[in-house]
């Protein structure tokens, strides 16, 4: 066995309410491609960007050739040989392919003035190594994602690099794009280069990788030889038992049936999707990240258009061309991402709770206010939502106040369904579990809930019934004793098996 | 952001095409042209095109400065008031320490309040707009201050004959004014520091990754559009003899419609001193063309209105492919 070229030993991150990574350990060999998998919040990006000089770890140390390192920043990792290729790509679409290989770290005589010379000869020969088939000159902005993404990789020939973590990198390449890329990794691969690859995607780790390293909840659980594992034991490391909390389960009273999906579809998301909810009800959708879910309550409530398949509300066949005739018709979305679709930040919980149903406050196009504030008073208490006052901006709040804010907003239309797309990422323990008294208090009052989520013991803790999603298509239901965590990853894990994708 | 799948190909003739695309100020200014020459005989002679060039030329000094900036995908407001600062200074001082101290007190007030301009923006995390909005306001009233409110006299006549030298028709001004954008469009190019301004207006995050210091980046480009204001201002006094307390009032507009003529983004990351040069010339050719045609002011008004709009909607077709960026 080689020695590691970079050892990352029990390097710990905290960040407020958070610890993002949690005395992790783990190594790159030269010459191996090592991969990074986890969920989202597992802490892969915090790590890595703690290698790449972006964040300061708080405790632990990273031994970079045998010596103890510090990363000062972006800059310093790149020249020291640890090179971050960014998802979304770090690049200047003005600037020449050249220019940007040496981004900020240009050949200059001691007046600053570029060695152009230099620059382009030194470009030409990392895009040579590479195969790449544009020159040095070109504009960055006039060349494809997958062509972007060679430019980066060649500050790995640029700069000698050792290390080169590679994020979600197919996330925006086709497949025969893919598979030059692949051909590249295999290349720095043969030159002795560790490669740090962090992904989604199943089939891919276990193409391309020779050893997987798992996180969860900013803890390693293991490091595996890829050829000596399978997709069962990485997907059940990967989502296995978080810790316990003490889940609030609605009574089991079920009403009348409100919404009825029968065979919808929508090419390259989903197909065939069938389920119901009845008001009381809590029905769960598990499915890890891309299994299609948020597609499908998207496409439901009239963010996107199937392609087959029909809604029923209330007994009644529906077609929703957008968001507003769900919404008044009694639907409510609580999408995933709080800050880009949920609030505006620069506004107080006032304004924010108002905000969908502003004809509800308004006579005449004036606001108003007091109605306005009867209301933000009425959901902040009913939610116990903590503020300094109606008007303190939504970003100055908890993520766990703001989400409850999110929650208000669509409350206070009254509807009669209410999906929560990952109603606690991102928020702590104890405004988890208030979260989860709401959603069952809810239910009692009739509500039909959908939740959406990829935490297992939260779906199973809140839900009546389990539906379980992968690849776009529903694979199974649970309900009652067969609601289990052994269940749940048979039926993700299984379906995903690489031979059977 | 343009989203071309193929690699352009080079090629003389494709070279040229691919110029003109993004310089398509050039082809605008060649239209006007011919259209003024054919309207008026006054037009195309070596006098008039000697006075289009000093005419813009103070217009074009500042739009060098605001190239700069803009490109950073910063503006700066504030240059027709320190302008007038700068030309106050060196007028109203040279009695007490001489021509030419008081022109560079002039010169230094100017890159300082460019320097104060740029370290507000870089540190207070404000919008540029803002800062130097404040900057507008703010110098003028000290312009005001310092002159009470008087235009100050040269007493001295031989200061205005120091833009006096002329290189067949073309002024000093001219020359300065062409020397200037010529050097910075070579810092643009091929420095660092023309690099720098480019990655920080394009891409401000991947800039600040790749160790670039996007503060003190940003404070060197404010400093250098600050003391090109109080050049303008230096050389307005001298042609003028007078400094006016409300001299360089709303130029900063006609600066930033120069620039933006000339197919600069405001947000940044895009443009050369070649499009200013063509914005600048485009501008000044169209207010003599319509001054010799003898056209009402507001009708004057009206035109370059239209033109900008014109241009900007030129822009967008050609560079953006009509993405509906």
Same mark, same amino acid.
């Given at each position: ?29 030269? +010459? !191996? ?7 989202? +919040?597992?802490? *892969? ?42 998802? &979304? ?26 060695? *152009? ?8 020969? @990392? ?7 544009? =020159? ?67 089939? !891919? ?33 990967? $989502? ?11 009574? &089991? ?9 029968? =065979?919808?579809? *929508? ?19 598990? =499915? ?12 439901? #409530? ?24 769900? $919404? ?13 679709? =949920? ?61 409850? #804010? ?9 509807? *009669? ?9 991102? $928020? ?5 579990? @208030? ?35 992968? !690849?776009?298509?529903?694979?199974? !239901? ?24 | /952001? ?9 090629? %003389? ?52 400065? /605001? ?33 030419? %101290? ?23 995390? /404000? ?35 120091? %833009? ?108 050369? /001193? ?21 056209? %009402? ?29």
């Amino acid at each position: 066995m080689t020695a590691a070229i970079l050892k990352v030993s029990e390097i710990t991150k905290t960040f407020p309410g958070v610890k993002a990574l949690d005395e992790v350990s783990f190594d790159i060999r030269p +010459g !191996e491609v090592h991969a990074l998998v986890g969920e989202n +919040g597992a802490g *892969k990006s915090t790590l890595m960007k703690v290698l790449a000089g972006l964040h300061q770890p708080d405790g632990g140390e990273i031994i970079y050739q045998g010596e103890p390192m510090q990363v000062a920043g972006p800059l310093d990792a790149r020249q020291k040989g640890i090179l971050l290729i960014h998802q &979304e790509l770090s690049l200047s679409p003005e600037l020449s392919v050249a220019e940007n290989i040496y981004l900020g770290a240009w050949p200059t005589n001691r007046f600053g003035v570029l060695k *152009k010379r230099e620059l382009r000869r030194n470009a030409a020969s @990392a895009l040579d190594a590479l195969g790449c088939g544009f =020159g040095p000159d070109v504009r960055v902005g006039t060349l494809s994602v997958a062509m972007q993404q060679m430019v980066e990789i060649a500050r790995a020939e640029a700069f000698s690099a050792n290390v080169v973590i590679f994020d979600e990198p197919t996330a925006s390449l086709t497949d025969t794009e893919k598979d030059q890329l692949f051909h590249t990794i295999r290349g720095l691969k043969a030159q002795g280069v560790g490669i740090v690859y962090i992904s989604h995607k199943m089939d !891919e780790i276990f193409d391309i990788t020779d050893r997987v390293t798992v996180l969860r909840d900013g803890r390693v659980q293991g490091t595996l030889e890829t050829q000596d594992t399978d997709l069962n034991q990485v997907t059940r490391m990967m $989502i296995g038992r978080t810790l316990d909390t003490y889940f609030v389960k609605a009574k &089991e009273e079920f009403g009348t049936e409100v919404l009825r999906v029968d =065979g919808l579809s *929508k090419s390259g998301h989903f197909s065939d999707v069938s389920f119901s909810v009845r008001e009381g009800e809590v029905l769960g959708l598990y =499915g890890l990240v891309g299994a299609g879910r948020s597609e499908v309550v998207e496409t439901i #409530f009239g963010v996107r258009r199937a392609d087959a398949g029909q809604v029923h509300w209330k007994g009644a066949p529906i077609d929703l061309p957008t968001p507003r005739q769900a $919404i008044d018709m009694g639907m409510a979305l609580v999408p995933e991402s709080r800050k880009e679709q =949920g609030l505006v930040l620069m506004m107080g919980g006032r304004e924010n709770t108002s905000l969908p149903h502003l004809k509800l406050f308004s006579g005449m196009a004036v606001m108003n206010r007091s109605k306005e504030l009867v209301t933000y008073e009425k959901y902040q208490s009913a939610l116990a939502i903590k503020t300094t006052g109606p008007d303190q901006a939504m970003s100055q709040l908890s993520g766990g106040n703001q989400q409850k #804010f999110v929650l208000a907003k669509w409350l206070c239309a009254n509807p *009669k369904l209410i999906i929560l797309d990952e109603p606690t990422r991102g $928020i702590d323990v104890g405004s988890k579990s @208030a979260i989860h008294e709401l959603i069952a208090e809810l239910a009692e009052q009739g509500l039909a809930v959908i939740v959406i989520s990829s935490e297992m013991p939260e779906v199973l803790g809140v839900s009546h019934r389990v539906l379980t999603m992968s !690849e776009g298509a529903v694979v199974a !239901e649970f309900k009652g004793a067969d609601m289990t965590e052994e269940n749940l990853i048979d039926a993700v894990s299984h379906h995903r098996a690489p031979d059977a994708a | /952001m343009s989203h071309v799948t193929d690699v352009p190909t080079t090629g %003389p003739m494709n070279t040229v095409l691919t110029w003109l695309l993004r310089n398509h100020i050039w082809v605008f200014l060649a239209l006007t042209v011919t259209v003024f020459s054919l309207a008026s005989p006054y037009f195309l002679t070596v006098n008039n095109i000697g006075n289009i060039l000093t005419q813009g030329a103070f217009i074009g000094i500042l739009a060098i400065g /605001m190239t700069m900036v803009m490109i950073d995908g910063e503006i700066d407001l504030s240059v027709g008031a320190i302008l007038a600062l700068a030309s106050a200074l060196a007028i109203g001082l040279q009695d007490h320490m001489g021509v030419w %101290p008081a022109i560079c007190l002039g010169l230094l007030s100017g890159a300082a309040l460019g320097f104060v301009n740029g370290t507000l923006v870089a540190l207070s995390g /404000m919008h540029s707009f803002v800062v130097t909005l404040g900057g507008l306001i703010g110098i003028r009233g000290l312009v005001f201050v310092y002159t009470g409110e008087n235009a100050l006299m040269v007493q001295d006549f031989s200061y205005t004959e120091i %833009p006096e030298i002329y290189i067949g028709p073309i002024s000093l001004t001219a020359i300065i004014f062409f020397a200037t954008a010529l050097f910075f469009q070579w810092v643009l190019s091929s420095t660092r520091h023309g690099r720098e301004t480019y990655a920080v207006g394009d891409n401000i995050e991947a800039a600040h990754d790749a160790g670039i210091n996007v503060k003190r980046h940003k404070i060197i480009n404010f400093t250098i559009c600050g003391t090109l204001a109080a050049v303008c201002g230096i050389l307005l006094s001298m042609r003028l003899g007078t400094a006016e307390p409300n001299a360089g009032k709303v130029w900063e507009l006609w600066t930033i419609i120069a620039v933006v003529l000339g197919g600069i983004r405001l947000q940044g990351g895009f443009g050369s /001193m070649w499009m200013t040069i063509g914005g600048v010339l485009t501008l000044a050719v169209l207010r003599n063309g319509l001054r010799l045609l003898n056209t %009402p002011n507001y009708v004057e008004l009206m035109v370059m209105g239209a033109v900008l709009v014109l241009a900007l909607v030129l822009d967008k077709l050609l560079n953006h492919g009509g993405d509906g960026q």
